[in-house]
């Protein structure tokens, strides 16, 4: 079979991978502990369920507008207008199984070949899959230990240029749980607006936030016309199987992933979108209490990491992932993911999963319980001694 060139621009995410392998571990009896996947270990909470069973139950099972059923899309842009003080209308709303097609349309309308793309690097892997599939060029921007996993603002100034058609940020931040300060947002939002480049700002984490309140770039004047929100309901209302994303932008952009939207998927579930609107809408509890579980849980594997000779790992502000530097074990960051796993039975991350800078780090989850990631910090400091 000859496929397209195009495919082998395309790349993949590793979590999944990790994930199988240790299945297939589990399944030869080892017992693993599960740190690589990014799904909070939560069910969804009850009153969520609840609506969606009964919407299956009253015949929500049919086709919707490929752009989301209004009643959510409202919701949406009254929950966005609210959280980031600006104002946002139900037709600026593109509803999508799963945030991952909110990248995927979004860079495939705005860019091709000879364009460029400031992508955070190391940063969630479909960013530089998808501008590379597209034949656009992926300039990575590096976030470094250094500055808490920000950005050096005049390293970033210097990779603008006249090509460059979309600038990506994320935060908080996968893999490194960093967040970006008001210094960061403005110096893209300067460059954005001078330059008339898109950002498309992947905003997933906003709930998950443990210092300080949450910052959108679109709380800059002149950014709402330039910016597409990425958000979903998978992190923080842990429904990561339901596949519930939606994007808001400008509407002239909108329509155009909609298109895309009607060209691939048509549509997005019903009784999930009605589920979407009780998560939005009902009560945030479960939510809230989620958050201060990961709190707790954040505090014990950066403690428990930081007494394991070699590693060095820093407080995240957000998400619920550690990102330590390993540099002190002397050992590379794919052999250490695959040491862990098959000595120590604990599935982790290698950092060059999320692109080159992610070199000297492994990336932790820690969406599971703080017995089993205690568990995983004494099996992980038994097999770091052995090296």
């Not at 600006?86 to 070949?113: H, R, S, W, Y």
């Not at 939510?287 to 990961?294: C, L, T």
């Not at 330590?324 to 250490?336: A, H, Q, R, V």
Request: hydrophobic share 40%.
């Amino acid at each position: 079979m000859k496929l397209a060139t195009r495919m082998s621009r395309l790349g993949t995410e590793t979590a999944f991978e990790v994930l199988a392998k240790a299945k297939a571990l589990e399944a030869q009896g080892r017992e693993i502990v599960h740190l690589e996947i990014g799904e909070p270990d939560f069910d969804t909470p009850r009153n969520i369920v609840d609506v969606a069973i009964s919407a299956l139950n009253e015949g929500q099972t049919h086709y919707t507008p490929s752009a989301g059923i209004p009643p959510f899309k409202e919701a949406i842009a009254r929950e966005v207008s609210s959280t980031r003080d600006i104002d946002v209308n139900p037709d600026q709303v593109v509803v999508t199984p799963g945030a991952k097609p909110i990248m995927f349309f979004t860079i495939l309308a705005l860019c091709e070949k000879g364009d460029e793309v400031i992508y955070p690097n190391p940063g969630f892997p479909i960013y530089e899959s998808m501008i590379n599939f597209t034949g656009a060029k992926a300039v990575p921007l590096p976030l470094r230990m250094e500055k808490e996993f920000r950005f050096d603002i005049d390293e970033f100034k210097k990779l603008v240029s006249p090509k460059t058609k979309l600038i990506i940020i994320n935060s908080p931040q996968n893999p490194t749980g960093g967040v970006l300060g008001w210094d960061e947002l403005k110096a893209v939002a300067e460059a954005a607006i001078e330059n008339d480049i898109m950002v498309l700002s992947d905003e997933v984490y906003r709930r998950i936030l443990y210092e300080g309140e949450f910052v959108s770039i679109t709380s800059i004047p002149g950014m709402p016309e330039q910016t597409i929100i990425l958000d979903g309901h998978s992190k923080t209302y842990a429904m990561t199987g339901w596949r519930l994303g939606y994007g808001v932008m400008p509407q002239e952009l909108a329509a155009q992933v909609t298109r895309l939207m009607t060209n691939s998927n048509s549509c997005t579930a019903a009784f999930t979108q009605y589920a979407g609107i009780e998560a939005l809408t009902g009560p945030q509890d479960e939510a809230n209490k989620m958050v201060e579980a990961f709190r707790e849980r954040r505090d014990v594997i950066v403690e428990g990491l930081n007494e394991i000779p070699g590693f060095k790992c820093l407080l995240p502000k957000g998400a619920f992932y550690v990102f330590p530097n390993i540099e002190g074990t002397g050992k590379g960051s794919k052999f250490l993911e695959e040491y862990l796993l098959d000595e120590a039975g604990v599935a982790s991350l290698s950092g060059t999963s999320f692109g080159k800078y992610g070199e000297g780090f492994i990336r932790l989850s820690y969406a599971n319980s703080v017995e089993n990631i205690k568990k995983a910090l004494g099996w992980m400091k038994e097999a770091i001694a052995k090296l």
